[in-house]
Every structure is written in structure tokens, then in C-alpha cells.
């Protein structure tokens, strides 16, 4: 889900900086380009959280690593 929201992203980035498109168009995709970053960063967010708790499972302490 998450590499299918970012094409979407890389595809509404090129539209957009294309130039040829009418304000109201840009704005529209530039909502829904805010819309899928949120949808990614909270999907990263619970990734994050899920890494966590296995390593905190599997050695018994909080251990914190960056991803």
C-alpha cells in the first residue's frame, strides 16, 4: 500500500511541476498529495511501533535502534 501511495505522490509531483495544469487542478492534487503523505506517515508510524514491540518481545527490555 504504502509504495503504491508513494507512485501516487511521484505522479502528482510531476503533474504539478509540469506547469501546464489550471489552479484549481493544482489544488485539487496538491489536497491529495497531503492526504497520502499523512496516509504514509502513519503507516510508517505504526511500522515503527510494530519494530519495537518485537524487540522489546524478543530480549525482554526496551531496546531502541533507529530504522
Do not use: H, W, Y
Not at 501546464?20 to 489536497?31: A, G, R, V, Y
Amino acid at each position: 500500500m504504502i509504495d503504491e501511495n508513494i507512485k501516487k505522490l511521484d505522479e502528482i509531483a510531476k503533474k504539478m511541476e509540469s506547469g501546464e495544469l489550471p489552479l484549481e487542478k493544482t489544488l485539487e492534487l496538491f489536497n491529495e498529495g497531503i492526504q497520502l503523505v499523512r496516509t504514509c506517515s502513519k503507516t510508517l508510524q505504526e511500522a515503527e511501533l510494530k519494530v519495537r514491540e518485537i524487540m522489546e518481545a524478543a530480549s525482554g527490555e526496551i531496546v531502541e535502534k533507529s530504522l
